[in-house]
């Protein structure tokens, strides 16, 4: 159980309609209601599923007008939608923390390891590493030498810190992510081989940082890649060496930011974006889904689209145009004809 | 030696031109074939290297009327392709099973591990997991709490399968597979900031899924990410949270389907497509290679290309027309002189 | 400490200008240059910073004739861009090197492994495996069955060698990367599923191979995905099965080729690029960032660009006459008139 209808009530600050001893098990969307779920109508085209809907309690707004549920309890709230995520926090601090270090974990005698930290079966923290106050290391994880992890942190299965990486506090690092491999630079030598350059710098995360599942962010050839705090990373991104990501952007799935780009603070990036090498994009920048760009983009909170990438108007149209393409071919079919006959007709 | 041609005409059906006791220790191609080894004749363009292959066999259809093989064995059969399937089946069984569970893993005592399975060095099971009869589990993979997972399934290593993730029977997770990350959902804050939404949701895979290397499947927001039984998604694949993918779709390397969408059965993507959220692809729908939507689109069993996705025909016809702009400029261009000199001409 | 000045100097074949007893404790940008670091001046812009800068060393080519540094130490060279590559590489010799077998790490008994190797904490290796000497192998690799690691190989942690991979000398693997798994292939069956098609081959790759970060090469249907000596690939990129990949090629970030292909030698695909199955790329060709081909490419070192890729000339015109399609259209909507007033003028 997570908790009855009479402790959500009280925890969302609603009225209830109904029981208050009624279990709630899961949380589960309108049109998926189930036995023991909990429901928030959000969309008013879901209303008509109040009536007749199976959960064990349904969140609804003070203009919830409609006929009552026949077994749902009603919990009536200002705002569902902040009810539906402070639900979602109450429901997700019920799943036990992990704790304690799994004897078979390798922590090296020159590691530091914070109070409260869980450190999961065969991870390897080597030596000089720092783990802060109550991180969680799931199992086989690898943080190598003279690491830094801040309190608080959270590094699922797998995820890979290379030697010299930071990460900062109330960071989420999802399973598979790698942080530090080598930059990839080579010189190319005259006989059609490349040398590889050795890449000494680290990569500096900050605070409140989320990076997805299998995302990679190298380390730099010298000095550090950086990742601002707060900047939330989605799955399978790619962040090359020497890149410095301002605070509090967004890069969303499959995104790539080639090598020593600048990119300010509050940055958005959708998914399938690419951003060429040594590009600088100013705050606020959005580029939107499947974007790319190998020129800097300066204006602050500007939207652009396309490859190359152009303000967000600018591209629209020209994809317009682009569309009636066909058509200015017919057009031009036309005035050819026109213009033909009228030679003719003049004998000219 | 996996088999002699006497054992694997047998198993083909097909009749033997030369001896039984030939043994044969690997496939190849017509066109790499080596001593030892078994080729298959499924392109005519071949032919003339049956003659001279340094093959141990040749499979060939019952219309091959070249010069007999002066070294390979023969094997006459009626379909060559089918052929082709079976002795590659038959091949694959002669990898010998990994079993038994390695003295390093971790089987939490809540959790419930079936008969004949295999678990590796490393492999941590968390508490209240099943494992179903026959699964292979390879080292280092990461089951979560109460994950089940369906008989005959195989997790090879660095699977990751957070806590929630439900797999069915016979399915093939490969390596570094992330199952059950956290969906990628903030609120974004009045000071620039973001807040995560909680995600307490989980995955649900059918049976006799497939998910390549290094690809993601997100949990849900609330309830469940979902892929159909029989779906094939390929390596590097991202699946977002709350998808719902249907039955005996083929998801090839790199595409990306964000939150929320609703696939039908039978749906194609091919390689880097994109499907922007909240997208539905109506049943047995293709999108072609590099295709995106961030539209519904709803031709049962249509196929579509392009960015924004179209019929196909209907975007090859625009394709074409784009090409032609080159020529259209040329065109005005003569019609702007033509005009001209004729108004000249006229004195107008 | 990297060095002192004086032995930096010595190593660079430099002059000295100040003390060669300083320390040096790590290499930075000459704009981000702090106490202890050694810079290098590789661009004329730069050369402002210097009499300030607070480096403990700079290095600078002999032409530089402003101001000496106020406290930086002046370490002058033939060629600085040289200078660097070796002060990196020296920089990298100072890192200690992983050395031993752990307790915990999981070699067969009949896999063999050369003198001086490191095997760390909970890496297997499997049956009839053969690791060459002084390869490194970091935590929770999986080496398979028969698996060969040529000499000096280094596979950071979570590498993943399914059974048969052969891997060259001197390759550096990157964490997760995953090499063998399953090509991703299908036969339709007439009730809509699909049935696998057992992958027998194997994956070779060459010597001085670098794979990023999350990568993935499948292993060949029958015979080998081959990858040949010096190739470079970065991370998350897919290679598909029974691909043949030539020498000295480059593959950058999240680019993806399909099955089948045959990639000549020295060969570069910048980031994102996909090449359909089947593909021949001929030697030298490069395509560059987001370029896709579903047709061979046969012109030796010829440049491609777009999707689908053309010659870059042919491209960026083409791409050029496109930008102009909405000022074609003003062009046609003054023709109409001017002609509709023409033969209004005529009373034609």
Request: with cysteine; glycine share 12%.
């Amino acid at each position: 159980m997570l908790f009855t209808t009479g402790q959500l009530a009280e925890q969302l600050g609603g009225t209830l309609e109904g029981a208050s001893e009624v279990e709630i098990n899961l949380l589960c969307a309108m049109d998926e209601a189930e036995a023991g779920g909990l429901c928030f109508l959000l969309r008013e085209s879901f209303a008509s599923l109040v009536p007749e809907s199976p959960a064990a309690a349904i969140v609804v707004g003070h203009e919830y007008v409609n006929e009552p549920p026949a077994k749902a309890v009603l919990i009536r709230v200002p705002e569902p939608g902040r009810a539906f995520i402070v639900s979602l926090t109450l429901a997700s601090m019920q799943v036990p923390e992990k704790e304690g270090i799994h004897p078979s974990a390798v922590v090296d005698p020159t590691a530091t390891v914070g109070k409260g930290v869980y450190i999961g079966h065969g991870a390897v923290i080597e030596a000089g590493a720092a783990i802060g106050n109550f991180c969680k290391i799931y199992p086989n994880v690898y943080v190598g030498d003279g690491v830094n992890v801040g309190a608080n942190t959270v590094l699922y299965p797998n995820v890979v810190l290379y030697r010299g990486t930071t990460v900062g506090r109330n960071c989420i690092l999802h399973a598979g992510a790698s942080i530090g491999a080598d930059g990839f630079g080579f010189i190319p030598l005259p006989d059609g081989s490349r040398h590889k350059i050795p890449h000494v710098g680290g990569v500096i995360i900050g605070n409140d940082v989320e990076v997805g599942a299998n995302s990679t962010i190298d380390r730099a050839t010298m000095g550090f890649t950086r990742i601002g705090s707060g900047t939330k990373i989605d799955n399978l991104v790619l962040i090359a060496h020497n890149n410095q990501i301002g605070k509090d952007c967004v890069i969303a799935g499959q995104s790539g930011i080639a090598g020593s780009c600048k990119v300010g603070d509050g940055v958005v990036l959708a998914a399938q974006v690419g951003v060429a090498d040594h590009v600088e994009l100013a705050d606020k920048i959005t580029l939107t889904t499947r974007a790319g760009t190998t020129k800097d983009l300066k204006e602050v909170g500007g939207v652009f689209r396309g490859a190359p990438a152009q303000k967000v108007r600018d591209q629209l149209r020209l994809e317009a145009y682009l569309n009636r393409v066909p058509e200015l071919n017919s057009r031009i079919d036309r005035l050819e004809k026109e213009l033909e006959a009228l030679r003719a007709e003049l004998g000219s």
